[in-house]
């Protein structure tokens, strides 16, 4: 329904077509794949009190976790082009994501602290 509207409401976005997404390495998202393309992005939001201010982090819903997964095996990113996960489907339906100036859009090694997981390279990006 939103992406109609979104379609009716841009006629650039008519002639543009969902993009074959590469869902990258595959396995079980961490939950219901139509759950997730229609809620994801109100699980990951630092507002959410649960991703930071409880201190949940590398949970179920973490952003190193989606990238992970979602990377592709050809570039090792969830971005890059209209074919990679994030990327692809935020430009059909234009949506832009800052996450990435931040966090890694690469999956990356990860190790169990008091803290959860972190990245064992101490840098964000
Ligand atoms: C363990 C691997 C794994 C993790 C972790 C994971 N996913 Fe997934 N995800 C998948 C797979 C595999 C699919 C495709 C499942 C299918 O189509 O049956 C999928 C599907 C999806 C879809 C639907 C795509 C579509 O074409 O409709 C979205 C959106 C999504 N994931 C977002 C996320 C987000 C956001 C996160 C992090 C909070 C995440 N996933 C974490 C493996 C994962
Ligand atoms: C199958 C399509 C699809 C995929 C794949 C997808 N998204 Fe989204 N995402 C959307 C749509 C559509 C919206 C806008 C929803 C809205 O406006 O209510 C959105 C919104 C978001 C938002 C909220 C943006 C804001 O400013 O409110 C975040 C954060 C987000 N996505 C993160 C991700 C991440 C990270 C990935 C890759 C792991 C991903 N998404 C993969 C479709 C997708
Ligand atoms: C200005 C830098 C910055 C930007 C931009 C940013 N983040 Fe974060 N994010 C952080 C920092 C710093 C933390 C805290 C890391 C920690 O303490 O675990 C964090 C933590 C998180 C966590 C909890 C840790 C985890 O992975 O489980 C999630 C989820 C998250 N961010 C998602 C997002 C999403 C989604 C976006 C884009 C809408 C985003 N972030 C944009 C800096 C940023």
């Known amino acids: 329904m939103m992406l109609l509207v979104l379609t009716l409401a841009n006629p650039l976005m008519a002639a543009v077509s969902m993009p074959e ?14 759950f997730m393309r229609l809620n994801h992005m109100k699980l990951m939001l630092h507002q959410r009190d649960e991703t930071v201010h409880q201190g949940i982090r590398g949970g179920k819903y973490s952003l190193a976790g989606c990238v992970e997964c979602h990377a592709s095996k050809k570039n090792h990113s969830v971005l890059g082009t209209n074919q990679n996960f ?3 489907c935020h430009v059909y339906a234009a949506v832009k994501i800052d996450c990435f100036e ?3 859009s690469e999956p990356r090694k990860m190790q169990e602290t008091g803290l959860g997981l972190v990245p064992v390279a101490g840098r964000l990006k």
């Open 21 to 34: 997404l590469d869902i990258g390495q595959g396995g079980h998202c961490v939950d219901d794949p139509r």
């Open 86 to 88: 994030c990327q692809g």
């Open 102 to 104: 931040c966090h890694s």
